[in-house]
């Protein structure tokens, strides 16, 4: 990203742009981090759709950050979320400790678009997508140095640095990059509504590429939850040329 941009960097240094590229990289890391530690108790499929609650929250975070209102779709597709929540999570009426990890991620990650979607059309999102990457990675160099074994105990071999490489650089930086560029240029509910199909693609990839095995509360969670996500960023406007179609006469 300096490489890349180091001029607009230089040019848009001040307080406002590192205040809050620093605040989406805290909200971004601590969200990359709860996912993380939730998908060693849980499956990928699991993790996608949980993930993908934060869709629900953007709105009731806005109304907080820049009193953007609150509609009964919004509440409607909580509660929707709620119980699909209930249905893909609860194992015997207790939550698994991996799926609680990842709901605390996507609160997380409904900051960091929230905040995105706020700032990125008054500043330059390049500029404050290079400070939120930099957040992420002092953070995680020094949570590394604390918790993790010394980086010369590592077993590197060609599947752990392709591994981290396609991680870093499509999953992270160039897929976090478009994503904040897109947020500056549509409206709110529409990037949450296209992001949000995240959670349907990790459920296809998880079964695809890691045999996981869908069952009949699992199909319906995930059905509730992608309904709530539908329901809370259209409000249901593609029914309306429906509804206000004259009938046709006979």
Request: charged share 10%.
């Amino acid at each position: 990203m300096l490489a890349l941009f180091r001029k607009r960097i230089v040019r848009h240094f001040n307080a406002r742009n590192v205040t809050v590229g620093v605040a989406m990289g805290v909200s971004l890391g601590l969200a990359y981090a709860f996912q993380t530690l939730g998908l060693v108790e849980t499956t990928a499929g699991k993790s996608a759709f949980l993930t993908g609650t934060y869709c629900i929250l953007v709105p009731f975070i806005s109304y907080f950050m820049a009193r953007e209102p609150l509609t009964c779709f919004n509440l409607g597709a909580a509660a929707l979320c709620l119980a699909g929540i209930a249905l893909v999570a609860l194992d015997s009426l207790v939550i698994n400790r991996g799926d609680a990890l990842t709901l605390v991620g996507a609160v997380f990650f409904a900051l960091q678009i929230a905040t995105a979607a706020r700032y990125g059309r008054e500043l330059d999102v390049n500029v404050i997508t290079f400070w939120m990457f930099l957040t992420v990675g002092v953070m995680d160099a020094v949570a590394a140095l604390v918790v993790e074994p010394p980086i010369t105990s590592i077993a590197w071999s060609p599947v752990v640095i392709a591994t981290i490489a396609f991680l870093a650089v499509f999953c992270t930086c160039i897929g976090m990059l478009v994503q904040n560029l897109a947020l500056a240029h549509v409206p709110p509910a529409t990037g949450s509504l296209l992001l949000s199909l995240e959670s349907p693609s990790g459920v296809l990839f998880s079964v695809l590429l890691a045999s996981e095995v869908l069952t009949g509360g699992l199909v319906a969670g995930f059905a509730l939850i992608f309904c709530s996500i539908v329901l809370s960023e259209t409000h249901l406007s593609f029914l309306r040329p429906l509804l206000l179609r004259p009938a046709r006469r006979r």
